[in-house]
Every structure is written in C-alpha cells, then in structure tokens.
C-alpha cells in the first residue's frame, strides 16, 4: 500500500496542461491566462497629476514666490495645454496629464484662492519639498513592453483591471476542465424519488459537482447500477468525452465492487488501488493510455470527501496552472489528539482566527467516514503523518481548507 | 471624519436581506439557503452496514464459535433478509441495511473462507469486540426532524449533499445582489479604444465587477462623462433598478468633483464623506430613503480596491447573510513598518504560510495609489491602526484578504 505522498505525486504526474479558447474580458474572472499580456504603454502614460490643486515650476516655489495667477484650468481627459508664463499656475485636477512648463503639483489642502483685479490667485501654504510632488511620473511603475502577466496567470480583480488597462478586450485561457462524476451503487435512488426503507438519494455526485464548480471545473453527473454489463459499456463514452472520470463507490473488498476490473477492460490503467489513509483507503487511481484519468474514490461520503480536497483538487489546479506552486497552508492544532495505526489520518477540523494570527484548528466529532452531516461544522481536514501516534496541541500540521470565508 | 471602524459600522446598518428565489439543487452552489432544512429520516435511516464481510449474532461469538456457514448474501440496496439460523451468517455489502437476527458486522480482513459438503463457510479469525461493531447504527449521526442547515447557511460541497440527501431538488436562495458599477472621468476611453496621449482605458469597472462577481454577486458596467445634466439623467435609473451603485472617482476636491452634490439632488441622502484612512480616503457613501445604497469611491485604483475589500464586499455579505459573523483573520507582519498620519492604513502585503501555522504579511513596494500594478504582486492589505507610529515585525493586524490560494 502506498503513501499519501507517493499516491499524492502519482496523480500530480498525470496533470496536463489545457488547450485554450479566447473569450471576452468580462467572462474571465477566474480564468487562467494562455499567454502573457505586456504593457502597451508606460505606466502611467504620462505624467499624471496624483492630486488636485495647481501645476507650476518649481525653480519659482524655490525663490521664494507664494502667490501664482491661474493662467488656464485643466481637467482630466483634455489635452494639455502649456503653462506660458513660467511664474504663473494651471488649475489642475487629478488624473491630467501634467502641463508642459510644470514640474510640480500642490494640492487644494495647501492653498487658499482669492481674487486681485479679476484674476483669480492661487496663495501657497506649505510648499511643496522638491519638484516631482504630486505627480505620479510616466513609467514610475511599468515600462512600455514590459510583462505584466505571464502565462498560467488566475485572473483575478487585479489582474482583469490590469488587462483592461492594456486593452485587451478578448484574453486567451485555459479551457474548463470537463469532469464525468458517476456514481454507483444500486441503494442509491434519484434525488426526486422517495426511498425504500433500504435505499438513500445519491449524495455524493451532488457534492463533487459543487466542489468540481467551486474549483473552476465543469462537472456532469452520471449513474451506473453496479451492474458488470451496465458499466462496460457505460464508462468508454465518458472516458473519450471528459478529461477525467471522478467515481464514487465501487472499489472496496465487496462482492459488487467489480469497478477496478472493468476500468481495466475498457482500457484504464491501474496507477495505485489503496492508500495508507483513513478515511478513504480504497482510493484507486488510473489513466487510459494519453487520455482520460479515472479517480475511483470509496463511496463513505467522508472518505469521498477528503480524496477529492487532497487529490482531485490539487490535479484539477496542475493541469489549469501547471507552473503554479501552491503554498501549503498551516494550521495549529487546538486540542491533542491520538490516533494509533500506521496511517495518514484526515482529521475533520473547525478553523479559528486567532488574534495572534495563527489558524487554530479544532477536532471535530465525527460518526466515522459514513457521518456526511460532521462535514457541517467543519471547514477543512489536518493531514496527520503517519509515524506519529500522539498529535500535541499547539502543534502546527498541513491543513486541507474546503470552506473559505 | 471618521474613522474607519465608525464607517464600516455605518456602510453595515444599511444591509438588508434578500427576496427569495427557488432554483435547483444542482444550480445552487455558493448561494445562501433562505429556509432551513430538516432531516426527512434518520442519518443513518437505517442500521447500516458499515464494512464489507458478515452479519451474525454476536451471542455466537460470545459463546465461542468461529465458523459461520454463509446463509445468503446481501448487497446494498436490496431488502434485507432475516438470519434464518442464529448459528449462521450473511454474507454483506457497506451500504446494505443490516439483516433482521444480526446484529455485528465481521469484515473481510478479518475472515477466512472454506467450503465443506457444498457449504461456503466463514471462519472468524479475529473476532468483532462488542455488538453494534461494524455498523453504523440508525440516527446514529442525526435524527429525523433535526435541523440540518439553518436559513442563512451558504451552499458548499457538504451542504449540497446534505441537501440532495433530504432530497431538496429544488432550493429557496436569496437571490444575487444586483450592483451596478459606475465609472465617471473624461480620461477614460473604452477597451477597445486607442486611448489619446492624455487618456487611459477605464480599468476599475472591470475590476470591480470581478470582484463582485467573486463575492457572489452580478455587476453590470456603466459609463458616465464628468457632466452634470449626464448624471442627473443617468442615476436615478440605477437607483431604481439595483440594490447598490458603486462608482469610482469624482469625490475628491477637484472642479469636476460634483457626485456628492448630484447624488443630493436625485435623493441619496449623503451617510458620511471622507474616512481617516490611506488610501481612499475621499471614500462618500449614502442611500436612497428605503432604496439603492450608493458607493462613490475615490478613482485611483488602489483607492477603489481598498475600499471595496473594506467596505463594499462586507455589505455584500451583511445583505447575503445577516446573521453570520464572519471571523476576522489576522496576520504576522513580517518587517517593521512606520506610518505615521494619524489614519488608518491599508498596507499591501504578500502572504506565506508559515511552518508554524501563521500567515505572514510582507509589505509589498507601491508607487502609491494609482499603481494598479502594485496589487498583482499582493493577497491583501493589513490594516494598521492610527494610533500607532511604528508597527513592529512579529505583531499580528487583521487582514483583508483578496487572494485566495
């Protein structure tokens, strides 16, 4: 039986990275970038006045003038005009491009304006330390051509903006992941239908298509009696139609778990078939030879839970960016903790802020892999190692967080 | 001006739950439940196997027997066949209801298999502690009638299979929020203009309707030239047709600065103008009596993001969620950093996770409030206090987080 670790980079290994498609900026948010995006201009294009108030040279601030007519006014948007007389001002306004003959900008807070013969007279209070104030100066932040976003990019707000600012209107990126999520399992009854006594609604499919979309992946559900025939002819479709298969049920000791041998007929091969984790175990892994790879996780709700957050998520982000390192993330452990076989466990965990800036996790109660209501009060899993028995509050371990918030 | 905690108490006071809309399970995740939900049967409804093997009576085991013949065997999803001899055994699936004369389940790794005369025969070889091992007994996890998800509870992975499992097909959600986003500035010229030397693309409608769109709620764009027979015309139709405006720039001191004053005109009653913080501090907020509130942030970009983290998206989910407190992150400062303006400051910084369970904040290096390019190297800002100068490596401040990994 394999490590968590090793079944972890197994399945990373399968990753590849997707083909694009160009759409519209505004249908982007959460889309990852193809290809890089430069800068068409210097940032800022221009000289750009940072505050309103007025624009004048700096050399006449510097011999001691306070009082400067406003020769002109000059609002954001127009084209600048030059201030003519070197020892006078341009009523100016943020966002303008600084007038030629300026080379400085004192803001409103630092003046007071009164008239003399008609002309309005702009008085300085507290003048400015040096030429360049109040000006956000062409190129201060990026040059014309440099890179602003390299390819593999999530856009978000900041990097739609961005984007908006170089005009590009249409960005390419990585197509969505197309995921087939199948359950099995013949106690498994529709979501509209009333169970007999020994049946449930089917659950689990609902729950990874939820986290398949919460991940940026389209996911479409499908069922399949745990019927050999059924399943031979059911799964080659999906296998030729998706970039992966997430199956839940089906790969356990049982007389009906016959799912492993039938991917192995349809032409699936075996990666791994159970990992030293509880819960979740059973977790078999495949790929068919350059196509579609088969997630077949233990049908316990718990147990379909937690493979999905610790292998199908980080798979789902490899192939969308696959140069991205993703920070493993930390959490303190709030209360000790003993668990004594040779495993991996997954332990169900509430998350707490704390004001020192720590994440606190809390063990949860939990019925045991079947317990699909504990997942309620939880917002994630610490990843316990193996080789320890006692887990020590205080202690910081791995944290898988499936709630945000 | 006041301060910022005074403004986001203000900006909270006017959230306002949401109608409800009824839509399916399978197109509600990230929505927020708007009745509660309620277990239709036991969790488990019934005593459920809980591992692949047998069920017997424990009595047997009690008194010291080993071998079982194997009576029938039952998978999930089939009625349940009463143990005709105590003495005996059924052979059993996880998922199937636990036969009626048995009453614990011997799992696969713990048996061994023969046949004599014919008769398939399970030979215990370690044999269960106690009745009731193996099986997860009904409402063992929830009881029917309890209450499972609260109004107001937002529809994760977890939730949605909870939902599928009381078979709620269809789901009353509060419907989206309906933002529209309002960018003022004659410098601005669309995304697919060439923009003139002195003009820029407009960047912060996308930005913003990106980040409403991540925070669950629909943006729509609008533009409005800096006029003020344009605005009086152009407003009072979004005030009536969206729950809030949010607007950039045009509430700074400038001569084309007259928002505040038209949005008194078409009857938004001014809450507060100018918040003691850096950036955004020309910040404007107000409401229409009963009706749309109105956003008007300051037009750098930095600004605009600030104060939609700060303000905007905490209304957002205050209208989404009423009742849920959402916990304040906090993070380590990583190096020491003086501000000294009695205001509060919203410092760029990027996160680690650190080995110990912290997230540490490094300061990121920004032009100022127009360098949009500075967010794409930040997660977030923290947000110092005014009364403090100099804030020291190693201290924790809360967090407002933008990315997340």
């Given at each position: 039986?394999?490590?968590?670790?090793?079944?972890?980079?197994?399945?990373?290994?399968?990753?590849?990275?997707?083909?694009?498609?160009?759409?519209?900026?505004?249908?982007?948010?959460?889309?990852?970038?193809?290809?890089?995006?430069?800068?068409?201009?210097?940032?800022?294009?221009?000289?750009?006045?940072?505050?309103?108030?007025?624009?004048?040279?700096?050399?006449?601030?510097?011999?001691?003038?306070?009082?400067?007519?406003?020769?002109?006014?000059?609002?954001?948007?127009?084209?600048?005009?030059?201030?003519?007389?070197?020892?006078a001002a341009i009523e100016i306004m943020t966002g303008a491009m600084l007038p030629p003959g300026t080379d400085v900008v004192v803001r409103y807070e630092d003046l007071e304006f009164h008239e003399a013969n008609g002309q309005r007279i702009a008085r300085v209070q507290v003048p400015p330390p040096a030429a360049g104030h109040n000006i956000h100066h062409q190129a201060a932040d990026r040059q014309q051509g440099d890179l602003l976003l390299p390819a593999g990019t999530r856009l978000g707000p900041a990097e739609i903006a961005v984007a908006a600012t170089v005009g590009a209107a249409v960005v390419p990126v990585a197509r969505p992941l197309r995921v087939?999520?199948?359950?099995?399992?013949?106690?498994?009854v529709e979501l509209t239908q009333t169970p007999l006594p020994h049946q449930i609604r089917r659950s689990n499919a609902y729950m990874l298509r939820a986290a398949l979309l919460e991940a940026g992946a389209e996911g479409e559900i499908f069922h399949f009696n745990d019927d050999q025939q059924t399943l031979r002819q059911g799964l080659p479709p999906l296998l030729a139609g998706f970039d992966a298969l997430v199956l839940s049920g089906g790969v356990s000791k049982g007389q009906a778990d016959f799912l492993p041998e039938i991917l192995r007929e349809v032409g699936v091969t075996q990666i791994f078939h159970e990992v030293q984790q509880r819960p979740g175990k059973p977790f078999w892994f495949g790929q068919q030879a350059g196509g579609a790879v088969v997630f077949a996780l233990p049908g316990n709700p718990v147990s379909t839970f937690v493979n999905?957050?610790?292998?199908?998520?980080?798979?789902?982000?490899?192939?969308?960016?696959?140069?991205?390192?993703?920070?493993?993330?930390?959490?303190?452990?709030?209360?000790?903790?003993?668990?004594?076989?040779?495993m991996t466990h997954?332990?169900?965990?509430?998350?707490?802020?704390?004001?020192?800036?720590?994440?606190?996790?809390?063990?949860?109660?939990?019925?045991?892999?079947?317990?699909?209501?504990?997942?309620?009060?939880?917002?994630?899993?610490?990843?316990?190692p193996p080789e320890q028995e006692l887990f020590k509050a205080g202690d910081a371990f791995p944290l898988i967080r499936f709630r945000e918030w």
């Open positions: 039986m394999i490590s968590v670790e090793e079944a972890s980079r197994l399945v990373r290994a399968t990753a590849r990275p997707l083909p694009s498609e160009t759409i519209a900026l505004t249908a982007a948010t959460g889309r990852v970038l193809q290809q890089p995006l430069y800068a068409d201009r210097d940032f800022p294009p221009f000289n750009r006045v940072a505050m309103d108030g007025i624009a004048l040279s700096f050399a006449a601030i510097a011999a001691g003038q306070t009082d400067f007519p406003i020769e002109a006014t000059q609002l954001a948007g127009t084209a600048p005009q030059p201030l003519r007389n070197a020892l087939a999520v199948v359950s099995t399992g013949d106690e498994l999905f957050y610790q292998y199908v998520r980080p798979w789902l982000r490899q192939c969308q960016q696959p140069q991205a390192v993703l920070p493993q993330l930390m959490a303190v452990l709030a209360a000790s903790f003993a668990f004594k076989p040779p997954f332990l169900p965990v509430r998350l707490e802020a704390s004001p020192h800036g720590h994440l606190l996790a809390h063990p949860q109660p939990a019925g045991g892999s079947g317990d699909l209501a504990s997942l309620l009060q939880c917002d994630g899993f610490l990843r316990l």
